[in-house]
């Protein structure tokens, strides 16, 4: 379990290095999962070890939401004045994200 993480720590590494040596404005973390994925696609699957792992963080999924939990109570009065924007973004986000998984799923499931 312990090499799968390491696995899962490098490929994260790897997207840092990447992201900080081309001056990219996407996450470090989102070009590794890529890379990531990229790597169980030309596999064909995933490692067993790998799958317990997976399956062992999403165990514990819940613990990822305190630190934005503490963000949110650490910048409450910036949000105060700020939820108009806050509310219109998230409601044309989420309407726009089940338009593209409708549609994707539509043409997925049409193959």
Same mark, same amino acid.
């Given at each position: 379990?312990?090499?799968? +993480?390491? +696995?899962? /720590? ?13 001056? #990219? %404005?996407? %996450?470090? %973390? ?5 890379? +990531? #994925?990229?790597? /169980? ?8 070890? /790998?799958?317990?792992?997976s399956h062992e963080l999403l165990q514990? #999924?819940? +613990? #990822?939401?305190? %630190? ?19 509310? /219109?973004?998230?409601?044309?986000s989420l309407i726009v994200t089940l ?13």
């Amino acid at each position: 379990m312990l090499a799968s +993480l390491a +696995l899962l /720590l490098g490929y994260q590494l790897t997207g840092e290095i990447i992201v900080r040596a081309l001056n #990219l %404005p996407i %996450p470090g %973390p989102v070009i590794g999962m890529l890379l +990531l #994925l990229v790597t /169980l696609i030309i596999r064909g699957r995933a490692p067993e070890p /790998l799958v317990r792992l997976s399956h062992e963080l999403l165990q514990h #999924l819940a +613990l #990822l939401f305190v %630190p934005a939990g503490v963000g949110i109570i650490a910048h409450f009065q910036l949000i105060r004045a700020e939820w108009v924007s806050l509310t /219109l973004a998230l409601v044309v986000s989420l309407i726009v994200t089940l338009t593209v998984t409708g549609l994707s799923m539509t043409a997925f499931t049409r193959r």
